[in-house]
């Protein structure tokens, strides 16, 4: 009989699966020493080793054209101070500035239509047209047009953005819609823009490649000789918007008593609204600016921009000339005396500007004589809506006499700028009886056009903004109250190109009473 044969001591195998696991146990007493390991690197490991043997990226700076500002919905939200879903608004409210600014620019009342349909939205108005030359300049996207941009005046429009944007926003949208593809690679934006005998057909879409302006221009004989009609084709339904819209655009009479509206809503009319006054005085584009208005900067900015656009047009104009258009400077005797004191008789205005540099030097004794020798612009002569047009639109818009409010600021701001501030309070009816209470009419705006939101986002010494103010006033969005605060300024600076929020100065601190 054999021994049984001794039975072999296998290893016993184990895992470990971190180094950290498998150091212990080689320097572990109790481990038998014929340990066979199967370790795993651990994951921190395994990083580290993957990244060594990959190729590192080597960034390029792509060149991103400006022109692509205007191209793509997240853009155009930043340059209309909107989200998508306020389009309409931003559309609306920069037609009838336009049309408004025209208007006032030809010294016509204005009479105003808007008119949206299933798929468009157009807005007429009876000023002096578009020139066909601002027409191409505004589908050049790499400059911006404006008549306002480089004066210092109370006027509605101030950037020469808004014809860009509202161009370009139907072509946003189409391609935003969702197809089978999810993205809409075909889409495109069409808007007719009918003027002095001419319909412009601007189609507008953009390179796929580059996100680029792709812009198509035709023009055709047009019935419409005096002012202008412009219609924007809205590839999206506009029905959510709808009670918005109607009551920004009736807003718009609250701020101009000059102005007859008219609006139809597929058909239906939604606003008839006459002139209160249609001879109702204001500060009018025509008007000259005042030399008190500018500081060196904006002077620097207005005089660049007269140099620039003279040498496009091969044409010279001196210094006499140029001060000649301000307020109080039309007179040769007092032309005289500011080129005297400046030492820049008989020179152009390109020579005084500064061939090689900016001449500051002589840009500050300009304004500093200019001043010297005109009369500020009192403040009421911006123009004032007044108690009377106001309590007009209030009552019509179903408030009670009794509790109607009026309170008018004028004054100067210590940089010059003359302002007027006009507020107008009261309770709606349904506030005094036991009927269904009406939710707050709540109207803002400056230099005599309409906020789409409250743009007061900040004043006064706190910071804290108009809303805070009307809630410590109990006035806040659930009271049947209807209240109107209208700002009237030569000069309003807005905090983003949208014109959504206005950057008061310290000077403006009375709105907190
Ligand atoms: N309805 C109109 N009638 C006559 N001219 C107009 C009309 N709409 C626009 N324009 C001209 O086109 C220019 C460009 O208009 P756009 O709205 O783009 O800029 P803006 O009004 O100058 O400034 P903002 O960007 O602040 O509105 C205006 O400055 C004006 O000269
Ligand atoms: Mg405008």
Redesign the pocket.
Known sequence: MTAPAKRERRPRLETFHTSRDFQQAKKSQTRPQFLQIVAKPDRAARRESKAKSERKLTRVAFRVSRLMEFCTKRELQNQTGHGIYEWPLVVLK??M???L??CE?AEIAPVISIAVKPGSIT?R?N?????AE??KS?LDYSI??????AYVSP????????????LAMGYVLDREREDADGINNEAVGVTFIE?RGVKHRIQFRADHVTNQPKITHTITPSRINA??K?TIKWPVELEWIEQQFKQLAESYVWFNPHLTLRGTWHGQQFVKVAATNPNWKKWRPRDPTSAHWYDQTRLQRYLSAHVARDRDLGRNRTVREFIAEFRGLSGTAVQRKVLEDVGCSHQSLAQFFGVERVNRTGIAKLLASMCKHTKPVAPKHLGIIGAEHLKHRFLAAGGNAETFKYEKRMGVTSEGIPYVIEFAFGLHQSGLTQGAAASRKFITGANWSVGINNPFRAFGSTGEGLENTLAKVRANAGQPVICALHLASAYVQYAD?G?SSIILTDDADQLDD
């Open positions: 920069e037609l500035d336009n049309a600014d025209a620019e807005i108005d000023g002096g047209g578009i020139e601002t027409i505004i911006r047009v404006s008549s306002r941009e006027t509605r429009g101030a950037q020469g953005n808004a014809l860009k944007t509202i003027t002012g202008t412009i190109r014109k």
